[in-house]
Antibody, heavy 120, light 109 residues
């Protein structure tokens, strides 16, 4: 059974940093690209960042480029998201997700998410 | 950048009735479209991928159709557990990697 369990959320100051982690199990972690998706309170879903299975390719939404960093540890089956230069609009729930793989890849599993609150 | 729109924003339906949700892409995404269901306080769940293929464990009352720029999610006979927000998502074009629609909330009439 695929499980994705996020941790590391909480409150951060505007301009500050946080690191989110996602422990993955139930599949061969390094075979799959992984993605972070966020959801502001009462709003829709926003793709944030993605990383290839090997970790050598990363992709970011324009809204977080230069401020967030996605990485992974394939030995520990863990995905990370480093959030820096935090802004109020970064507040929301952050979901760790697994992609299906292939040329056209969609999200097939989601974690429960972790809450990030940015205060000024 | 591809923009996804969904209509209506809210759909009020009685249990047992049919619900039809629409999703439109600003340019063709072929059949590279997925639908997700999100209930309050829960993570989204994959319902449909490839525009029309049900994900594992999804009941047959959920069906998807369309290609190119126009897509439809149909729930043939709404059950109480189907009242939720539904998002479409394209995964055809880069950038960005994924684009979600704003969602359609299906609530009880």
């Amino acid at each position: 059974e695929v499980q994705l369990v996020e941790s590391g959320g909480g409150s951060g100051q505007s301009g500050g940093s946080l690191r989110l982690s996602c422990a993955a199990s139930g599949f061969t972690f390094n075979n799959y690209a992984m993605t972070w998706v966020r959801q502001a309170p009462g709003k829709g879903l926003e793709w944030v960042a993605a990383i290839s299975g090997s970790g050598n390719r990363t992709f970011y939404a324009d809204s977080v480029k230069g401020r967030f960093s996605i990485s992974r540890d394939n030995l520990r089956n863990t995905l990370f998201l480093r959030l820096s230069s935090l802004r109020a609009e970064d507040t929301g729930r952050y979901y760790c997700t697994k992609e299906t793989g292939g040329t056209y890849s969609w999200i097939d599993y989601w974690g429960r998410g972790v809450l990030v609150t940015v205060s000024s | 950048e591809i923009v996804m729109t969904q209509s209506p924003a809210t759909l009020s339906v009685s249990p047992g009735e049919r619900a039809t949700l629409s999703c439109r892409a600003s340019q063709s995404v072929s059949s590279n479209l997925a639908w997700y269901q999100q209930k309050p306080g829960q993570a989204p769940r994959l319902l449909i991928y490839g525009a029309s293929t049900r994900a594992t464990g999804i009941p047959a009352r959920f069906s998807g159709s369309g290609s190119g720029t126009e897509f439809t999610l149909t729930i043939s006979s709404l059950q109480s557990e189907d009242f939720a927000v539904y998002y479409c998502q394209q995964y055809n074009n880069w950038p960005p990697l994924f684009t979600f629609g704003p969602g359609t909330k299906v609530d009880i009439k």
